[in-house]
């Protein structure tokens, strides 16, 4: 089945370019300049990725990133935020609407496929995949099934690649994991893609850990390495 890809961008340059080589790609892309156009496209054609502008003549592309998120009917759909801007705030806020990933204006046009590509097939090898019903790591606790994540008897909000990525971390506990070798595997991003979202997001991660976090460990030099006992 062919997949479907919607591209909300108000410059139109930047959207027949991407267009052309998703395209090429077999992939079918519809294009909406603006919030308005974006929402009528994902109602109609209920695309299987978006990419988004943040900047877009009616409004935020954050705002629009939020409701998607925050609708049942369209939370599930990945979400590729394209700026021009680097702030790490920017890519923060993304992240904590639920934003899959983001791609820094001037982009490779290359790797954004690849981008594409892989979160679609994350998305097909998740939803084939079990997993046992919970997982408690000293004052840690994951259930698997529900996506939740408890620090004592206090859910925490996580995102879905937070969630992810956590829960990665502590199927290889105790085994340092580089940063290349997390973005193959949690992000199922190739080794052409570069992007600095896995520090972005341990960060994040260690925030809402709260206490918990420094069982996230940061080996220097190579990556990352989630504690092998909880004390």
Known sequence: MTSRVLIIEDEPDIRKTIDYNLSKESFKVFQAGSIAEGEKSISDNSPDVIILDLMLPDGSGLTLCRDIKSDDKTKHIPVILLTAKADEVDRVIGFELGADDYVTKPFSVRELILRVKAILKRGVSETTKGDEEE??????????????????????????????????????????????????EVWGYSAEVTTRTVDTHIKRLREKLGSTGEYIQTIRGVGYRFSKTPH
């Open 135 to 184: 997982f408690i790591f000293g004052e840690l606790k994951l259930n698997l099934d529900a996506h939740q994540i408890f620090i004592g008897n206090n859910e925490i909000s996580f995102t879905a690649l937070e969630f992810r990525l956590l829960k990665h971390l502590i199927d290889r506990r105790g085994r340092v994991q580089s940063r290349d070798q997390l973005l193959e």
